[in-house]
């Protein structure tokens, strides 16, 4: 999946799905900065 802006934060964050995590990234240069991790998996265990 391509990466998309994230809408609720300003315009050089980022988030990408992979698996059932939402990885909230920037890009800095040539970095890229991971700020957030997220498990996006919505069953109980």
Do not use: W
Not at 9 to 27: C, P, T
Not at 31 to 38: G, K, L, T
Request: aromatic letters at 14%.
């Amino acid at each position: 999946m391509l990466p998309k802006p994230a809408e609720k934060f300003n315009q050089q964050h980022r988030y990408i799905l992979s698996g059932h995590y939402k990885i909230i990234y920037k890009v800095d240069c040539e970095y890229i900065i991971i700020n957030d991790v997220f498990d996006t998996n919505e069953n109980d265990r």
